[in-house]
Structure formats: C-alpha cells, structure tokens
C-alpha cells in the first residue's frame, strides 16, 4: 500500500488512535503484541541489549534491523522517557540522542515520520509529579517538531492525544 503527505497521516493517525484506545501507550512493545497481534515482532522487549554485551549494542542491533527490513516508511516513536529526565545536561542529552538516530535513519532513505510524545494524564500511578513530566515531554515535543520541520519529516503531534 503506498501513501502520500495527508493519506499517510490520516493513515498513521488513525492506526495510533486504535492503539491508544485500545490502551496501548505508544513504546508498549509489549502490550501492544498482546494486544494488536500485527504489531508483534520477531524479537520481544528486553532484546535490545543481549546479556553481557557492550553498551550501544543493542542501538547497532537496532540500526542493523532497520537496514536489514529496507523500510521505504518509518514511525519514529521516540521521547516518552524524557519525562524523567531530571536536569537541563540530561535534556541535551536526549536531544543528542535524538539527532543521532535521525541521523542513521535517514541513511536508508526511508521516509520517516516522527511521532511526539504523549502526555500523561492524572490517571498515571505518580499524579503528583504528572505536570513537571508532562512539561518536560512538551519541550521534548517541541524540539521533535523543530527537528521535523528542520529536516523536512513529517510529524504527528501527539501531545493532544489523552493527557491532562
């Protein structure tokens, strides 16, 4: 199936809403493969990194999947753990981070759409604490929005969807 600018987003809108209702917080590998069995993969959480490996491995065995699947389309789903971040050297960090795996994705020459994090809602396990997160998510979204638009990704904006 092939798609091009709003097709591939509606497309793409549509399928997280699916997810998200079917509550499946997007990065859930897990809970999604239970969930929605097409979104099963051959390797399960907790692969990334083999046992006794060197740190980083577990990104080259992600780059090495990617180039190996030869993806002309990739989500990228990418910031949700920037709510824990706890300093601005962290957040750069994160933002380095960031630019590193656009940059070894837009390698492939795959298209690549990048998904902002989702907020969380007051009914997380922690709510005290959901508003600092949930700032700290909106400037991760924001520099993903800056990203995209500064490389010509598209992007779906997913701060909208459930949060507080």
Sequence with gaps: MSHTGKSLRDDAGRWIQRAWNAGIVPGSEAVASR???ELRTRRGPGTWRPRGSDPGAGYQELLSQVRSAKPTTMMVGYGAEAAYLES???MKEFQIGYRR???DLETTGANLI???PVPQSEMHPAPPAVAR???RL????RFIREQ?????HEVIDL???GGE
């Design 138 to 141: 909106r400037q991760a979204a």
């Design 101 to 103: 795996l656009l940059d």
């Design 159 to 161: 701060q909208g969807v």
């Design 88 to 90: 601005e050297a962290e």
């Design 35 to 37: 969930r929605l069995p």
């Design 148 to 152: 995209g638009l500064k490389r010509r």
């Design 133 to 135: 997160r949930n700032v």
């Design 114 to 116: 990048l998904l902002t």
